[in-house]
């Protein structure tokens, strides 16, 4: 670690926070283009004009625009974000109590995905121009193209309709052991999986051949160095840094599949929570999760530029 | 003694690989279907002319009928339609605008460029299905707004690609030469950089449809895109899922046409003679 270093760092987490800012007044702004007014929104068409006006003032709709965003903003950093327009609970307690179930997803997503992933990506940059690779390769662009909707249908289809091996939807109560646990999970899983996975490995596959087109790998070929030594000494160590960024960014798209796979197989998730939301145009809500959402991507994209930041040997030793 | 150089240079030739093939046919294959799909549809999309709904293939229905007995071939080759066009319409918008920012941003350089890169790369930074999400919460869903929706999500990616693009083009000397003769900056962003660009920026536009077709259909699938009575193919697959569990056609065969759609562009774009594209969103 050096001064250099440590200024990149920072340079990059500020960036970071400042992009945040930024995001968060597009999407606040977003609610300000609303046609119609919440107020009337919220009480119906039969509303007496006093009770708007009571139900203005008590959502401080009569203030400028800018206070009511410093004022939403200083919700947000405190927890408390505001109150839910459709059944007037706190948007704080909704978030939580389906928080948890998402972070679960992602985590065993995560476990099942990554390590797989890197095997396929180093094999066939190993053996690339084989055709296991040309096969993998193929493979993997048809997986990144397709939506992630067509995957949850046809495993549906597969495993739930063909072979009865699982439920097609996913409900956490009476869910008895290890197997059950399994048998909820599998379908979310392996659906969010396929396309991460398809995106990961093409990313490190891209990594490591680029590694080892280098003249140095070149090198240790030519002094005699066994194959598998040639990558795991002499060529990975350098790919390292470009691989984690590669698993960085490519989990960043476990987000937008989330939405899709949340809502096809009814997982009380953070993403289905929203979509509701959407559904009901329920403001707060929508604003709130989507700001979970762009800090979670936003992590993973500073998390990937910080991998790449760190592993640069020329910027360590300055 | 001059040699004819055009002559020692063997005729050049259009090489294109089996898998390029492959997706040039299916990328031909939709386009016809987007210009005349609709006249050949043998059923009105909207009229129940079936006896069973979410029926199998056969003879009078080769994709099977839909939820209330419609026809499935004429409602996907009329929901191909809505998914291309709509997608199509709205990557040129992004693609286009992108384009002259990037090229604006090349040739006038100082805080044009950094004020519009800023900005654009802050809008990257939102998942694109979430800012669509909130979009549509916010304004409803309608044509137009999926249209610009969808522009406005893709122009950053779009513009980043470009930018890198008119940079290096703009270090060329001709512009230089350009700029010394005294010409104006809207001459050189158009007939010295622009014409230099075109193949990448075509690539890049190719990309930007599939990100489009996704995003739009996976919207329609979350019945936040395409309204009824209209429904484009992620519509389809959205008002059909109950026929999932005995697996009706209904519900595999709009999928598999958006699968074929994105599939297609993307082998042929990965397979066109020019450098790798990169992917990044």
Known sequence: MNSLVLRLIATRVAVSLLTLLIVSAIVFGATELLPGDVAQAVLGQGATPDAVTALRQAMHLDQPAWLRYVSWLHGLLTGNPGLSLVNHLPVAGLIGGRLPNSLVLAAITTAFSVPLALAIGITTAVWRGSLYDRIASTLTVSAVSVPEFLVATLAVLIFAVNLHWLPALSSRSGVHGLFGLVRVYAMPVVTLSFVVIAQMARMTRAALVNTLGSSYVEMALLKGARPWRIVLRHALPNALGPIVNAVALSLSFLLGGVIIVETIFNYPGLAKLMVDAVATRDMPLVQSCAMLFCLAYLLLVMLADLAAILSNPRLRYR | ?281
């Open chain 2, 1 to 281: 003694m001059s040699v004819p150089l055009r002559a020692t240079l063997p005729p050049r030739r259009f090489r294109i690989s089996v898998t390029g093939a492959i997706g040039l046919a299916l990328v031909v294959f939709w386009l016809a279907v987007t210009a005349v799909g609709p006249m050949l549809a043998p059923y009105p999309p909207g009229r129940i002319v079936g006896t069973d709904v979410l029926g199998p293939m056969t003879h009078a229905f080769p994709l099977g009928t839909d939820y209330l007995g419609r026809d499935m071939l004429s409602r996907i080759l009329v929901g191909g339609r809505y998914t291309i066009s709509i997608a199509f319409v709205a990557t040129f918008l992004a693609c286009f605008s992108a384009c002259t920012l990037a090229l604006a941003a090349a040739v006038k350089g100082g805080w044009v460029d950094a004020v519009l890169s800023r900005l654009l790369d802050a809008l990257i930074s939102i998942p694109s299905l979430l800012f669509g999400l909130v979009v549509v919460a916010a304004l409803g869903s309608s044509i137009p707004i999926l249209v610009l929706t969808a522009a406005v999500i893709y122009m950053p990616g779009a513009y980043r690609t470009a930018r890198a693009l008119a940079v290096n083009v703009n270090a060329m000397d001709f512009v230089r030469v350009a700029q010394a003769r005294g010409e104006g900056a809207w001459y050189v962003m158009r007939a010295e950089i622009m014409p230099n660009m075109v193949l990448p920026v075509l690539t890049d536009f190719g990309l930007r449809f599939v990100f489009v077709v996704l995003l739009l259909s996976g919207l329609s699938f979350l019945g936040l895109g395409v309204q009824p009575p209209d429904a484009d193919l992620g519509s389809l697959v959205r008002e059909n899922l109950q026929g999932l569990v005995f697996g009706a056609p209904a519900v595999i065969m709009p999928a598999a046409a958006i699968a074929s759609i994105t599939i297609g562009v993307n082998l042929l774009i990965d397979n066109l003679p020019t450098r790798r594209v990169s992917r990044e969103r």
